[in-house]
């Protein structure tokens, strides 16, 4: 519900009540409560003598909606320290490939502070034309100023869908812009095309681990949203464009958000993003425990990689969510995959598949990853790897010399 | 304060098989589980009542026998759970789903007492469908403030203090007020086991409350299938791809023929 009573203000003289056709508001303790039956007519804000009733109408309800008035796709930027997260141009090159298909315009949508002089840069990526929303605070990641600021231009512009990289991010300010506005949004999508007839967006995503692809579309509905995980779709060439620049300034100030910052603090461990790793050591179920997945570390060690882990690693708990390489964690493309102990179910393959070299190491010569695998070893991982940290170590100090 | 956590029961593995001859989905001879990080939703939920005192709520929607995970969740120390279940529910996305589990929720703040506070925890995401979308859409329907992938969690007062992970490398420490909606990472706690006096009050003393469409009062508009935005269009079996070479020998063998072809590679 969009109606609130402010309850310091209230003073229980009970006029509201005594308006409302609906039993929408009672009195409970001598303050007026919103019950369910309110249907947001307003009569009970106009009566209130201290204004103790607050209806934001910025929520519309969206009935039998005219989809034909939505045009256009929009990408909406995500980024921290004034660097614009690589998902985003990912984002514009699939946008751009939608757009010319619907014959519409590519958007990119920015709320931010200081990217004036950035917009140049970023109008090479394909986008038609660039919606800056400028506000100081919005140098962070406010989620309700995001939703509320996302909402109203959606309800001002219209868009017909909406790209989001599915970060914890866009993964937080998504579902929350959708339910608003009454729009289907898909998760984690890996394949995005159209039907053109209909201008439906047919959005594929892996569901049930993986083991199948479901393909969604939302066809009463606007603005069909969607979430991809970075590393799915590549960026187009950079080129030269003619851009739209839509700037409009905002003065959000901190008040205007129910959160505050506290602070950005660093996370423990210094890792490098697995996403941007160039060798990556992962280990699955075949490593067998927690103590065990220290040879994994090892073997990252002594070749200067990163670790990750199978999604039933990290449900194990041998290894933290956010190493996790598969459909639900992290899409990798490194140079070198290593893959212990990984039987390679398909929830596994779509986050490493478009890795340089894949090396498989498991027990079960019938393990799927080895369809995969560029070269596999089928073998004891706890008497494989060791052998291959000691070669390796060999060929480093071979050429030290 | 109440604390509501919402739950979900899920296959026990996340990786469910596909018949190749009917091409559905073999479910059967799968365990249900409560989802993984709903089960650190409630271990919180029991250590914020360990420290500040609450009543806390456990909520799932699913078919009737999704009451396995709410005598789970008796037993680990919830004090009410509620299944949300009724056929009209059937073929909700996450917003319909949301919708259904905000009306039982408003139902249940009825019983607020003044100036009584709530939170609502979710796990982060469910490893079946793994969208993370109900939590924030949960909040949204509550008209409160959400904070996801919560992995630090403390109340002071009428505040919430929380760590969210929203970098690899960076974490928001964010503040708020009560009321709020939280997800969890499983990074925040390590779940209890029930005790064993717990596992045998929750079958055999305590009480499962239903809920169904006509005692939410639901508007058939908005909850199960027709209350969808989206809807499955197709299923489909993803192809596998690659090239392989399986290496052969002793494990020096194979590992010295592995070195040799990473340095061809130009990967040693």
Known sequence: ?401 | MKIFVCIKQVPGVSEVKIDPKTNTLVREGIPSIINPHDKNAIELALSIKEEHGAEIVALSMGPPQAEEVLREALAMGVDRAFLLTDKAFAGADTLATSHTLSLAIKKILKELKKDEKYIVICGSQAIDGDTGQVGPELAEELDIPQITYVQKFQIKGDKVIVDRVFRTEEVVVIETDLPVLISVLSEINTPRYPTMSGIVDAYQKREIHYLDAERLKADKAKIGLDGSMTQVWKISIPERKGEHIILTGTIEEMVQNLCENLKEDKIL
């Open chain 1, 1 to 401: 519900m969009s109606i609130k009573v402010d309850r310091d203000l209230c003073t229980g003289c009970g006029s509201c009540v005594n308006i409302c056709l609906y039993s929408g508001i009672e009195m409970i303790d001598d303050i007026a409560q919103i019950t369910d039956d309110c249907n947001l007519c307003g009569a009970c804000v106009d009566v209130c003598p201290v204004e103790a009733i607050i209806l934001e109408r910025e929520k519309l309800k969206i009935e039998k909606m005219d989809i034909t008035q939505y045009r256009g796709v929009w990408v909406i930027a995500e980024h921290f320290k004034n660097k614009i997260h690589n998902v985003v141009f990912q984002l514009l090159g699939k946008g751009r490939e939608l757009a010319d298909i619907l014959e519409a315009n590519l958007s990119l949508v920015i709320l931010g502070a200081n990217f004036d002089n950035n917009l140049e840069e970023f109008s090479q990526y394909g986008a038609d034309e660039i919606i800056y929303i400028k506000s100081s605070i919005l140098k962070d990641y406010y989620s309700d100023l995001y939703v509320k600021t996302l909402t109203e231009l959606i309800i001002e512009h219209k868009p017909e869908i909406i790209l989001i990289g599915a970060t914890p991010t866009g993964r937080d300010f998504a579902p929350r812009v959708a339910k608003r506005v009454n729009a289907g949004l898909t998760a984690d999508c890996t394949g995005l095309t159209i039907d053109l007839e209909s201008r439906n967006l047919l959005q594929t995503r892996p569901t049930f681990g993986g083991n199948i692809m479901a393909t969604i579309k939302t066809p009463s509905s606007r603005p069909q949203m969607a979430t991809v995980r970075p590393g799915i779709f590549k960026p187009i060439k950079k080129s030269k464009r003619k851009v739209k620049i839509k700037k409009i300034d905002y003065d959000y100030n901190q008040k205007d958000s129910v959160s505050k910052i506290v602070k950005i603090i660093n996370r423990e461990k210094k890792k490098i993003n697995l996403e941007e790793a160039e060798i990556i050591i992962t280990g699955g179920r075949g490593v067998g425990s927690k103590e065990n997945f220290k040879l994994i570390e090892q073997l990252a060690d002594c070749l200067n990689a990163e670790v990750g882990g199978s999604r039933v690693a990290v449900e194990l708990n041998w290894i933290e969510q956010d190493r996790q390489v598969g459909q639900t964690g992290k899409t990798v493309s490194p140079k070198l995959y290593i893959a212990c102990g990984i039987s390679g179910a398909i929830q596994h393959i779509v986050g490493m598949q478009g890795s340089e070299i894949i090396v498989a190491i498991n027990k079960d010569s019938k393990a799927p990853i080895f369809k995969l695998a560029h070269y596999g070893i089928v073998g004891d991982l706890q008497k494989v790897i060791p052998e291959l940290i000691k070669k390796i170590k060999k060929i480093r100090t071979e050429r030290e010399i």
